[in-house]
């Protein structure tokens, strides 16, 4: 009997959390598919035959697509949809430059290590080493353009906001030592799925000539799901085909 009402507070017990992720979820997308939604009004009322133009290489009018790539962190494939002239949506997908967070990493290990379950008051756990087994990051980003043609033609600096997320795979090496027993090397690993807002600038310049865009941006990102309050630069540079 106490197994029974054991396993049904479980059951209520999950069906509550996955009930609250999915709110939170949905108060996170909302946002999101309004702003795609405006940005895709924008995109018809904007495609007229007044305007027209040559733009990037092209000789037709917005919307315009562009798919590329960003060097830098992360490393990803970059889509952009160029709902006008001012405006513009990016969605990233890529690896993080994990080597740049390997301090971050390490300092994480005694969190993660939960050493009080591994230890007694003669033992210890100490960390050796760390690997990044992946490290997946997709963005979502909306930008507004400004033309800066007085500083050169088809130079334009641009601005935003965005969503990150990250998916984190971690397998770290220690050495547990007790006084009773021989030391010995373990092995334990560890996902971090995490996500945040991010604020975009850069400048991308696009030639008159041929359907290429080249960017640079700087991205800060704040982390507020497994590490709130933890903050990033990040950015890259890259080259997109227009078409």
Not at 89 to 102: K, R, T
Not at 198 to 205: D, T
Request: aromatic share 18%; glycine share 8%.
């Amino acid at each position: 009997m106490l197994v029974s009402e054991g396993s049904a507070e479980v059951q209520s017990t999950a069906k509550t959390y996955i009930y609250s992720r999915m709110c939170r979820l949905k108060t996170l997308l909302l946002p999101v598919l309004m702003l795609f939604c405006w940005f895709s009004a924008e995109g018809q009322s904007f495609n007229s035959g007044k305007n027209r133009k040559v733009y990037k290489g092209i000789k037709s009018q917005f919307p315009h697509h562009g798919f590329g790539f960003k060097l830098g962190d992360p490393f990803a494939l970059t889509y952009k949809f160029y709902v006008a002239k001012e405006f513009a949506c990016v969605a990233d997908f890529g690896a993080a430059a994990s080597g740049l967070y390997n301090r971050y990493f390490r300092q994480k290990f005694n969190e993660y290590a939960k050493s009080d379950t591994f230890t007694t008051s003669d033992a210890s756990v100490n960390y050796i080493s760390h690997k990044v087994n992946s490290d997946i990051t997709g963005e979502v980003k909306f930008l507004y353009h400004i033309d800066a043609k007085e500083l050169s033609p088809g130079l334009e600096f641009f601005l935003g906001a965005g969503w990150e997320w990250k998916d984190t795979n971690i397998t770290y090496t220690y050495l547990y030592k007790n006084d009773a027993i021989e030391s010995r090397p373990g092995q334990f690993m560890r996902r971090r799925l995490t996500m945040g807002p991010q604020f975009i600038v850069g400048l991308e310049y696009g030639s008159m000539d041929i359907p290429l865009s080249a960017f640079m941006e700087i991205e800060y990102y704040r982390d507020v799901q497994v590490d709130p309050g933890y903050y990033r630069f990040e950015g890259g540079v890259g080259l997109r085909y227009i078409f």
